[in-house]
Antibody
């Protein structure tokens, strides 16, 4: 069974750094793109960026470029989303999701992780 | 960025109704259009990819159509479990933007 299991909820203060994870299983990690999607409380879905673990090719939305870093570790089949200095406005649910098609970004995301809730508050 | 606009933003319907949700892209995206369903407190679920291809395991009452800039998601006969929020997403170009969502309510 293909699964993405995300790390648990985090509570941080403004200015803190944070790295959340998305561990993949049930498929060849290096041959599918993994994306990150933000959902702020009560709001819609925002595409943040994607990474191809096979060669670490990474694409960011201009809205998130420079604000977060997406990475992947082939040895542990885990993708990461990290911040160097959190802001209160980073409080949201963050989902990782795998590309539906191998090597392709065009067939949508399936499956999705369960989400990681990040709360940034002083 | 390509802007995706869904209509309506919310919709009230009854079990058994036929429902149509539309999605418009700010430029042509060929058929690179996906539809997702999200229930409260859950991750989104892929329903339709490439505008009209049904994802494995998704009931056949869901269908999609369109190309270019205008797309539709149709639910032929609403079931109780279909009340949720629906999002379109273009996968033609990064960033692969989502529509703002359509909340389907009883």
């Amino acid at each position: 069974e293909v699964q993405l299991v995300q790390s648990g909820a985090e509570v941080r203060q403004p200015g803190d750094s944070l790295k959340i994870s998305c561990k993949a299983s049930g498929y060849t990690f290096t041959t599918y793109w993994i994306g990150w999607v933000r959902q702020m409380p009560g709001k819609g879905l925002e595409w943040m960026g994607i990474i191809y673990p096979g060669d670490s090719d990474t694409r960011y939305s201009p809205s998130f470029q420079g604000q977060v870093t997406i990475s992947a570790d082939k040895s542990t089949s885990t993708a990461y989303l990290q911040w160097s200095s959190l802001k209160a406005s980073d409080s949201a649910m963050y989902y990782c999701a795998r590309s539906s098609g191998s090597g392709s970004t065009t067939e949508g995301f399936d499956p999705w992780g369960q989400g990681t809730l990040v709360t940034v508050s002083s | 960025d390509i802007q995706m606009t869904q209509s309506p933003s919310s919709l009230s319907a009854s079990v058994g109704d036929r429902v149509i949700i539309t999605c418009r892209a700010s430029q042509s995206i060929s058929n690179y259009l996906n539809w997702y369903q999200q229930k409260p407190g859950k991750a989104p679920k892929l329903l339709i990819y490439a505008a009209s291809s049904l994802q494995s395991g998704v009931p056949s009452r869901f269908s999609g159509s369109g190309s270019g800039t205008d797309f539709t998601l149709t639910i032929s006969s609403l079931q109780p479990e279909d009340f949720a929020t629906y999002y379109c997403q273009q996968s033609y170009r990064t960033p692969q933007t989502f529509g703002q969502g359509t909340k389907l309510e009883i």
